[in-house]
Structure formats: C-alpha cells, structure tokens
C-alpha cells in the first residue's frame, strides 16, 4: 500500500472517541486492462478511501482497521488482482471471511473482449504481468482460469469492450454510486452495424434497418450518415420524418423517466446493417435534438463509422 495512503489512514483513525460506520466496502477485480484504474479513480471522485493493488491477504488487515473504533472512513473500494502473485488465489477466502464478519462488501468484476484486451495492451506497449516473457494471449488465458470463479461470485460484472473511460465512469455512477441524487442524465447515442456484430449493453436499441440504404447507391456509398445527402436519400419518401414523429414522442417520455428513476447514464443503441449511413444519421439528429435540453447530457459514438464497407 502506497506511503500517502498509509498517512491518510493513520489520520482517519485518530479520533478515538469516533464510531466506526464502514458504509460501503467494494472488491474491484477482473482482467488487467480493463480498467481497473478507470474504476478506482471513479470511486476516489465519490469520495471512497482508495487503495490499489492490495495483495489479497491484506485486505483483512485492512478492513479491521476501517471498522477499528474512531475510523472516519465510512466509504472503502480496494483494488486486488493478478498483480498481487501467488496471494492473489486467496481472495476468495477472504470474501469469505468477511461475509463471516459480518462485513457487507460488494464485488466489481471488470472484463473485456480478448480482442479488446490485445488492442489495449498493443496500444501501451506493456507485458502482461502473467506473462512477462510469453505472449499477451497467453497472460489472457492464464488469467481466465484464474478469475473465473470469482466472476461467478461478483455482485456486479461489467464488460469495458465498447466503454470509453468516460462512459465506463458513467456506467460505474449509474449501478454503484448509489448516494448520487438525481440530477442530468447523460445520454449516449450510439450508432452500430449489425454486420460487426450486435450493441453491448444498451439500454435501448433501435433496429433502422427498415428505412432506405444508401449503401445500395455507388455515389453515396462512400459518404456517411453525416452527409445531408445521406439524410436526403433516407427521407426520400418522408419514411425518416414518419420515423421521428414515433421515436421523438416515446424518447421524449422516456428520458425523464429514467431521470425522475436517478438513472446517471443511459444509452440509446440505433443500429443498421453497416453502421456508417442511416444509424449515423440518426444518432446525429438525435444528439443534436436532445442536446440543446439543459436536463441531457448528450453524446454521440459512432462505433463502426470506420469500419470497411
């Protein structure tokens, strides 16, 4: 455990006459990669006592100390993972025995897309620490075995493939912060091909496959549903207007309704066969529509916009 953090530690307990009140205690694991630190920096911003990379052994110690009387520190998120070696294979005996504690604690499991995984670490230039002198296929692999029962045991899992660090905080917001009053709803639209396989975790999910396809059309092909020729082609016969007088009534009910529930984040799936002309389009319009509303926080992501056609 870093040096600050044991000072920190050392403060919050210095009131003897406190009462230990450890509301909420969260085990983050999963796949190196996935985004981890992304979670951990996530609880920090709440305001959680943060520690990484605790070998599991520790976590024991540790806890004692946040139930310890006169601890001030009512909120905890500890990071442990393959990093921790051989006192990693524990952990699932120290869940154990802090359910027998009496230690209500929570498990976040993160994962991802091999793919995924080989892309990020492609992209740092970094070993995986169970293969630093094999190949990240081969740490990945390892790695699975190692975490999959405590994938059984998680009590929320979370697959970072499709997330961006902003959105994975969102999403972390949305199903852990559950202090968070309700206030701006961020709302991502994202545009999808279904060719490239389907959405990850939508909330909602528009099939537009049923409108005009421009791709059908060698001059518009190579254009994108940002285009207004695109648009123009879509609506040739006014089915795009006859589209929007449906969908705008049922997001215009819906929307609040997540924000009156305290949903955080909340995203709209459009997909088409490609994902370059008429879910573009729509996800644009939709943006722009939603995003002039000070109740939104709106947002496109096109995930398949450069994908070959």
Do not use: W
């Not at 589209?243 to 984040?265: I, M, V, W």
């Amino acid at each position: 455990m870093e040096r600050t953090r044991v000072d920190e530690l050392e403060r919050s307990l210095a009131d003897p006459a406190g009462s230990s009140a450890l509301a909420d205690l969260v085990i983050i694991t999963g796949f190196s990669g996935a985004g981890k630190s992304t979670a951990m920096a996530a609880f920090e911003d709440e305001g959680y006592f943060c520690v990484d990379n605790l070998p599991s052994e520790m976590i024991r110690s540790l806890v004692e100390l946040f139930m310890h009387a006169g601890s001030k520190i009512q909120y905890a998120a500890i990071v442990s993972d393959v990093r921790g070696g051989s006192y990693f294979e524990g952990l699932l005996s120290v869940l154990d025995h802090l359910r027998d504690m009496g230690v209500g604690h929570r498990l976040l499991f993160l994962e991802a897309s091999e793919q995924a995984l080989l892309t990020r670490y492609k992209e740092t230039r970094r070993r995986h620490p169970l293969a630093p002198a094999g190949t990240v296929e081969e740490g990945i692999a390892r790695e699975r075995e190692l975490l999959a029962p405590l994938r059984e045991r998680a009590d929320v899992v979370v697959d970072t493939s499709e997330l961006t660090a902003a959105m994975l905080r969102r999403k972390l917001a949305d199903e852990l912060f559950t202090s968070r009053t309700p206030g701006r709803l961020a709302v991502t639209f994202q545009s999808f091909g279904f060719k490239h396989g389907p959405a990850r975790d939508p909330d909602l999910l528009f099939d537009v496959r049923f409108l005009p396809n421009p791709h059908y059309e060698l001059d518009l092909r190579p254009l994108t549903g940002d285009d207004p020729r695109i648009v123009e082609f879509i609506n040739r016969n006014g089915e795009l207007d006859a589209f929007y007088e449906r969908l705008h009534p049922l997001l215009d009910y819906l929307l609040p309704e997540y924000l009156t529930e305290g949903k955080a984040h909340l995203v709209v799936a459009i997909g088409c066969t490609g994902g370059r002309h008429r879910s573009v389009a729509i996800a644009e319009h939709l943006a722009a529509r939603y995003g002039t509303d000070e109740e939104y926080l709106a947002e496109v992501r096109h995930r398949d916009l450069d994908k070959p056609f």
